[in-house]
């Protein structure tokens, strides 16, 4: 885990793959993607290291072998390793906004390459005021996330970005989307005129991509050319798995924790659940993580002991208690731990309604304004240790 200095200064860290990258949708939708892929590694491994609920510490270290390493190039001097970090900072991103207007500014702003105190040579990365809003706003956006090993492996940007997009749209199990718009925004390919030929895209791009994929990341799906006439002009995407990256443990083995659909195994077409707004709503605040079932399930169990008008605010919460504690460490099965959390919660508010009923005339009610006052931190520092055996 990174290790983190005093407030202000610097986040510094091995080369962890097992670290997850929370990444704000605007980040995820951004239409121009102007880096290579080395860049975008390590923008990833940048936003891994960081806690989105802390703007203090905004400077990440990077060793010269890890830098060298994401970017994909051999040992280097101190002047082309000068030349790749200018082309880091140069690179300006746009955010399109839906009236149209839209946003252009650099991710980062400084980049500080000199030995530290036991004279390796280091870079230290910093973002700029624009880009903090994006990765330090966990209130403002809605987060992705990955683990970062899903794509420090892959060689091709096609294969990077074609991966965020589906796992992004996973929740949909099957959806369109117009070759155009795939080729153009999605992959970035608008620049390479060969590209419009859909057998050369297919050949050079997508077929690569969805191969490297399926190969090398947790995800695993497959799609299917949609034609209009002889022409052909959307995909469709099937998204079929999600695989369990070695080493986790799966719902087996997890002690005290009821079992659920598998969410690999989910298709909205398949499910029982009846569509309701409520269920709608919950899984939207859940980043669409989990399963509609599995959010009817954790939806019903809370309802013993939170009123319907408090639910959404409650899962709100309780999504964000899930983030914090994953920043402490790895959590290996996320929906066991988010429906540990809820068992957690009852168990307290039933001790605190036995309390309370001894004293004469106490009539139990639940207080939505004392319960949005409440640190999200504080209130869960207490459980913290016992939630956290659920791990070992």
Request: hydrophobic share 35%; with cysteine.
């Amino acid at each position: 885990m990174a290790r983190l200095k005093g407030k202000d200064e610097e986040i510094k860290g091995n080369l962890d793959q097992k670290y997850w990258v929370q990444k704000s949708d605007p980040l995820v939708l951004m239409r121009s993607v102007p880096f290579s892929l080395g860049e975008l590694k390590v923008l990833d491994t940048y936003i891994s290291r960081i806690n989105a609920a802390d703007d203090s510490r905004t400077t990440v270290i990077f060793t010269k072998e890890e830098y060298e390493e994401l970017m994909g190039i051999s040992k280097i001097n101190a002047e082309v390793l000068k030349k790749h970090a200018e082309g880091l900072l140069g690179k300006i991103v746009t955010l399109e906004m839906p009236d149209k207007s839209f946003l252009k500014f650099v991710l980062f702003t400084a980049a500080y390459y000199h030995l530290d105190d036991c004279g390796v040579p280091i870079i230290e990365l910093s973002c700029s005021p624009q880009a903090k809003d994006l990765f330090f706003c966990i209130g403002k956006y809605h987060y992705f996330k990955y683990a970062l090993e899903n794509v420090v492996h892959l060689t091709h940007k096609s294969s990077y970005l074609l991966y965020i997009y589906v796992l992004h749209n996973r929740y949909r199990g099957e959806w369109e989307l117009s070759l155009d718009e795939l080729r153009n925004s999605v992959l970035d390919c608008k620049e390479q005129a060969s590209y419009q030929v859909f057998k050369e895209f297919k050949r050079a791009v997508l077929d690569p991509a969805v191969k490297e994929i399926n190969k090398k990341t947790d995800c695993h799906f497959a799609y299917e050319a949609v034609k209009r006439g002889r022409r052909v002009t959307k995909i469709k995407f099937i998204y079929l798995a999600e695989k369990h990256i070695d080493g986790q443990l799966s719902l087996d083995r997890l002690p005290n924790v009821p079992q659920f659909p598998d969410q690999s195994e989910y298709r909205p077409e398949q499910s029982s659940i009846v569509e309701t707004d409520i269920i709608s709503q919950l899984h939207k605040i859940c980043n669409y993580e989990f399963t509609r079932e599995n959010i009817n399930s954790a939806y019903k169990f809370a309802k013993t002991f939170i009123h319907d008008k408090t639910m959404k605010v409650y899962f709100e919460q309780t999504y964000l208690k899930l983030l914090e504690i994953e920043k402490k460490r790895k959590i290996r099965d996320r929906f066991s731990y988010f429906y540990q959390i809820i068992c957690s919660d009852a168990d307290r508010q039933r001790k605190e309604q036995q309390d309370k009923e001894r004293v004469i005339g106490y009539k139990p009610t639940y207080d939505i304004a004392e319960y949005e006052s409440t640190s999200i931190i504080d209130e869960f520092d207490d459980e913290d240790d016992d939630l956290l055996q659920i791990e070992s």
